[in-house]
């Protein structure tokens, strides 16, 4: 059986990597969204922009990182975050930084194209983790397990976002045409569409990121107030997301009443978007 100092030393380098990108990029991240730009309120506003506080999740997933950052030398957490992991947790921290700041400064597009890259390297994690490391302790739930399912879930409302911002109106200046209410209403039922994913993903379902999905929903509805069509739609599809929170949240507590932990993806059921 490894000893302690084994479980510190194994994989010392890519231990260090992680911590310096995690301070340097993920850092560096936390500063621009909660830096004195007010960057949310200065933005590009489009059609499916979410209230500023939707950004509030970032904040608790690089909190839950850092516990993860912390727990890669611990044991269970070696063997999850180093030899599962490995260098994908680097790479993401390296894309997200780029992509937030890039998003920061208004170069749209270009964002997008790294939205894509981030939510391509958060679902192979999560794949990772869901399929091949279900959680054999409570830190493996909560520093693993939780903050890549709140991850996978907020990229997938982001690359949403950075494409209307990229490609769409602004809302500020140009009216809704007909065209922009058909793709916004697609976009809010891709959300909803993915939360019942989510939480039907396992026999417990992914909780936490049907949770991300219904908070960015509730997030849209509370900023959209016209045109009507959006609003209401807004508002419809996120009483949906509720619906499928409280399937996951009513799966996860029968597990755990049966002695379970933890959410597995089923050998049938793959990822939102393929690694």
């Excluded at 839950?64 to 044991?75: A, C, K």
């Excluded at 509730?218 to 399937?247: D, E, G, N, T, Y």
């Excluded at 009443?257 to 990822?271: N, Y």
């Amino acid at each position: 059986m490894p000893s302690h100092s084994s479980a510190w030393t194994d994989g010392l380098f890519l231990k260090i990597i992680n911590v310096i990108v995690y301070f340097l990029f993920l850092g560096s991240n936390i500063y621009t969204v909660a830096g004195p730009t007010d960057i949310y309120y200065h933005g590009k506003d489009t059609y499916v922009t979410p209230a500023p506080w939707a950004f509030l999740i970032w904040s608790l997933i690089h909190l839950l990182l850092l516990g993860t950052i912390i727990y890669q030398f611990f044991e269970g957490g070696k063997q999850v975050i180093i030899d599962g992991i490995s260098w994908r947790l680097p790479l993401l921290a390296v894309l997200n930084a780029v992509y937030v700041n890039l998003w920061a400064r208004h170069y749209f597009i270009v964002a997008f194209i790294f939205a894509l890259f981030v939510s391509s390297a958060v679902t192979h994690i999560y794949y990772i983790v869901k399929k091949f490391h279900e959680p054999q302790s409570v830190a493996d739930e909560i520093f693993v397990h939780l903050p890549f399912s709140l991850y996978h879930g907020w990229t997938t409302v982001l690359v949403i976002l950075t494409a209307f911002e990229a490609f769409g109106v602004n809302a500020a200046v140009h009216p809704a045409g007909v065209w922009t209410k058909v793709f916004v209403f697609l976009a809010l039922f891709f959300l909803e569409a993915t939360a019942a994913t989510y939480a039907f993903s396992s026999a417990e379902g992914d909780l936490p990121a049907s949770i991300a999905i219904a908070w960015s929903l509730w997030a849209i509805f509370a900023h959209q107030r016209h045109p009507a069509f959006i609003h209401w739609s807004a508002l419809a599809f996120a009483i949906l997301s509720l619906v499928w929170v409280v399937k996951a949240a009513i799966g996860v507590g029968l597990k755990l009443r049966r002695g379970g932990s933890g959410i597995s993806l089923d050998e049938e059921r793959a990822p939102l978007i393929n690694p």
